[in-house]
């Protein structure tokens, strides 16, 4: 495997939690966030906050394996070696998880309400999150076109990045738009569970990530 551009690696450990990189921008991000989910639940559209918190824990999980490759490994598969208000694990700062925390909620918008119909004779609940996971990943190239965002690995790209990463994200998310209150609850919350937990151990305990 060759490494393209390394030193990213170690711009992003460089700012990782350091409070010297905040800045306010982290303060509007989070007020938007709060409104999205405070105006799903006044009009109780539980489905949609199921779809968002499935999608926003099933995030937490892979930014976590991210940082333990990069602690096994030396590198990251992706980095946020900048740009950030404040770099929360090595390949995620706060924007890019205030997005992850509302898209779940956003594009279960264009979820139709009968999750077995059909279109273009696919599933509409894998169709959407096959269609979904493509626009994040083609967007994708042009973050890591940027200095704020990069792929370490030269094989990891849009391609894995969709088949691995955007079309689990996308698949929890529109299935949890349609789980019952209870499994919902046992689900994402246990996955949140775990997701703290490793934070707690790797992060806080370990100081691994």
Same mark, same amino acid.
């Given at each position: 495997?060759?490494?393209?551009?390394?030193?990213?690696?170690?711009?992003?450990?460089?700012?990782?939690?350091?409070?010297? $990189?905040?800045? %306010?921008?982290?303060?509007?991000?989070?007020?938007?966030?709060?409104?999205?989910?405070?105006?799903?639940?006044?009009?109780?559209? %539980?489905?949609?906050?199921?779809?968002? &918190?499935? #999608?926003?824990?099933?995030?937490?999980?892979?930014?976590?394996?991210?940082?333990?490759?990069?602690?096994? $490994?030396?590198?990251?598969?992706?980095?946020?070696?900048?740009?950030?208000?404040?770099?929360?694990?090595?390949?995620?700062?706060?924007?890019?998880?205030?997005?992850?925390?509302?898209? /779940?909620?956003?594009?279960?918008?264009? &979820?139709?309400?009968?999750?077995?119909?059909?279109?273009?004779?696919?599933?509409?609940?894998?169709?959407?999150?096959?269609?979904?996971?493509?626009?994040? $990943?083609?967007?994708?190239?042009?973050?890591?076109?940027?200095?704020?965002?990069?792929?370490?690995?030269? %094989? %990891?790209?849009?391609?894995?990045?969709?088949?691995?990463?955007?079309?689990?994200?996308? #698949?929890?998310?529109?299935?949890?738009?349609?789980?019952?209150?209870?499994?919902?609850?046992?689900?994402?919350? /246990?996955?949140?569970? #775990?997701?703290?937990?490793? &934070? &707690?151990?790797?992060?806080?305990?370990?100081?691994?990530?």
């Amino acid at each position: 495997m060759n490494l393209n551009r390394p030193e990213l690696t170690d711009q992003a450990l460089g700012i990782l939690r350091n409070p010297a $990189s905040f800045n %306010w921008t982290f303060i509007p991000f989070l007020a938007f966030v709060t409104y999205v989910y405070f105006e799903e639940v006044r009009r109780k559209n %539980w489905k949609a906050v199921q779809a968002g &918190l499935a #999608l926003y824990a099933v995030h937490w999980a892979y930014e976590i394996g991210n940082a333990l490759v990069r602690h096994f $490994s030396g590198h990251a598969l992706w980095t946020v070696p900048g740009g950030t208000s404040f770099l929360l694990l090595v390949g995620v700062g706060v924007e890019l998880s205030c997005m992850f925390a509302v898209a /779940g909620v956003i594009f279960s918008k264009v &979820l139709p309400e009968d999750p077995k119909a059909k279109i273009l004779g696919l599933n509409n609940r894998v169709l959407i999150a096959v269609a979904n996971a493509a626009f994040f $990943s083609v967007f994708e190239i042009f973050l890591a076109r940027t200095p704020a965002f990069h792929w370490v690995y030269g %094989w %990891w790209g849009a391609l894995p990045v969709f088949v691995t990463t955007y079309i689990p994200f996308f #698949l929890a998310s529109n299935f949890a738009y349609d789980w019952p209150a209870a499994k919902a609850k046992r689900l994402i919350g /246990g996955l949140f569970a #775990l997701d703290g937990l490793a &934070l &707690l151990l790797f992060a806080g305990i370990l100081g691994w990530i």
